[in-house]
């Protein structure tokens, strides 16, 4: 990438500060950058006996595992490191809405001081944290390949559980994940609803690949399984099923542009259902999460509401594995 500043730990120059009139002093001050004070409000403060911490184990942050929350635990006597906390707020102002930022504009999302968030921002490129395209950063390629080690070997299914658990409590229908198998898809994982009336589904059952939101998603965003079945016979399931293979590429182009799919009564007549794919580091399409249901509740208008449910659900799913979304295409 032409411009791209990954590595060179530059000082930055004092005009990309510049963002109107909140540029002033940090403190209030008369704008005499005090190092000595940045410094101090970076670290821990060391001048007390570790033995003498009575603090409760616990104290502190870190990044908790899964949703990418706070919740992890120092041990006993270990003091938090401030300038973690405060490097963590600037990576996670990077979303995938906003993946390049400007310096203003990463001071503004996290709140730091002017002074703190350009020293924090030139380390971080230097460091290979960041990179730097002209006058804005983003993450640098050098964490997407340290962060891959971190999903291999995992199970997924154990992995991804929780987050499909808090799907089905939060929308009250049943949370599956799908994965292809050659022309099928299979539930791998499902948190069934507590409702008396419910879709039958459960783990291991073989579905078509051309019925239903989990088997638009799954398509949508691999190009050889859907020319496979693109190119194959569509079998008929209910008068809703697409069966016409240029219906089924459009619904498809529009599953990929809108970024999930919702369907009603394609495979099974009475059931409606809302997915939303989940990507490995590699930006590869690993599995579809989603939600099912009978027609009586999940109506039109109530998959419509629940969609930013299933989004959130794929999109911290996609996070936890370390995954990156595919380039618009």
């Not at 979303?95 to 971080?124: F, H, M, W, Y």
């Not at 949370?175 to 009336?197: I, K, N, P, Y």
Request: proline fraction near 6%; aromatic fraction near 4%; include cysteine.
């Amino acid at each position: 990438m032409p411009g791209v500043d990954t590595a060179d730990g530059m000082d930055l120059p004092d005009a990309e500060l510049a963002d109107g009139p909140d540029d002033g002093p940090d403190d209030g001050t008369d704008g005499t950058h005090d190092s000595t004070n940045d410094v101090a409000d970076d670290v821990t403060d060391d001048s007390t006996d570790d033995s003498t911490d009575d603090s409760p184990a616990g104290a502190g942050g870190g990044a908790g595992f899964g949703d990418g929350g706070p919740g992890r635990a120092l041990p006993r006597g270990i003091k938090p490191l401030l300038v973690l906390a405060k490097i963590r707020e600037v990576l996670e102002a990077f979303t995938v809405d906003r993946p390049e930022l400007t310096l203003p504009e990463i001071r503004r999302d996290t709140g730091l001081p002017a002074s703190t968030c350009q020293r924090i921002v030139a380390n971080l490129v230097a460091e290979g944290f960041l990179d730097r395209v002209a006058d804005k950063y983003r993450i640098g390629l050098n964490l997407a390949f340290w962060a891959a080690p971190s999903s291999t070997g995992l199970d997924l299914v154990h992995l991804l559980m929780p987050i499909v658990r808090e799907l089905r409590e939060e929308t009250g229908e049943t949370a599956c994940l799908f994965r292809r198998e050659g022309d099928f898809r299979v539930c791998v994982a499902m948190a069934e609803t507590h409702h008396a009336v419910r879709r039958e589904m459960h783990v291991g059952k073989i579905m078509p690949l051309h019925a239903g939101s989990a088997s638009r998603v799954l398509l949508a965003w691999d190009a050889e399984a859907a020319a496979g079945v693109l190119g194959g016979p569509l079998a008929r399931f209910t008068d809703f099923t697409v069966t016409d293979a240029e219906l089924l590429r459009i619904a498809l182009q529009q599953t990929r542009a809108q970024g999930f799919a919702s369907t009603a009564e394609e495979r099974d007549a009475g059931a409606a259902s809302v997915s939303a794919p989940v990507f490995d580091a590699q930006a590869k399409l690993i599995t579809a999460i989603g939600i099912a249901g009978p027609t009586q509740r999940l109506t039109p208008q109530r998959c419509h509401d629940w969609t930013p449910a299933v989004l959130d659900a794929a999109r911290r799913a996609t996070r936890m594995l370390g995954g990156r979304y595919p380039s618009p295409s």
